[in-house]
């Protein structure tokens, strides 16, 4: 059932169809504490956010939320489950991004830092921030040659 009561910034088919190549949506519990999240700690360019549905941008991709009772007849709801953790094993990297300054946003929020700020053998510089849903975010910046 979707919480918003007005007309969204755009139709569903509208956006649905000027999407390509590939993109992340992910199902959370509160899209506004989502937004807050990727906007104060990531830095994301918000585009949209309403109770229902969110996009924000980084370096020309668009994150997408959904709030989950926007799926309830979904199949993929189901396997959230009540207190899951919600995409273990997977990591949305956002490269370009000072994993350092991240890191220091997220602390202070009070956020999940799983791994501070290290130089990585394979050339980055990044840490590992836990979003409330325990997505997981990997800010990193190229080291230098």
């Not at 189901?78 to 350092?100: C, F, Q, S, V």
């Amino acid at each position: 059932m979707k919480l918003r009561k007005d007309d969204p910034w755009m139709t569903a088919p509208d956006y649905g169809r000027s999407l390509g190549g590939f993109g992340v949506n992910l199902l959370v519990r509160d899209v506004a504490r989502s937004c807050a999240f990727l906007r104060e700690v990531l830095e994301l360019e918000p585009v949209y956010a309403d109770a229902d549905f969110a996009v924000l941008r980084h370096a020309g991709h668009d994150i997408i939320l959904h709030a989950d009772h926007t799926y309830a007849d979904h199949p993929l709801l189901a396997l959230t489950g009540d207190g899951a953790i919600r995409g273990a094993g997977a990591e949305m990297r956002l490269y370009g991004l000072d994993p350092d300054a991240a890191q220091k946003r997220a602390e202070a929020r009070g956020d999940t830092v799983l791994a501070e700020s290290k130089d990585k053998p394979h050339g980055l510089r990044e840490c590992y921030l836990a979003d409330a849903d325990g997505y997981v975010w990997v800010p990193s910046m190229a080291l230098p040659v």
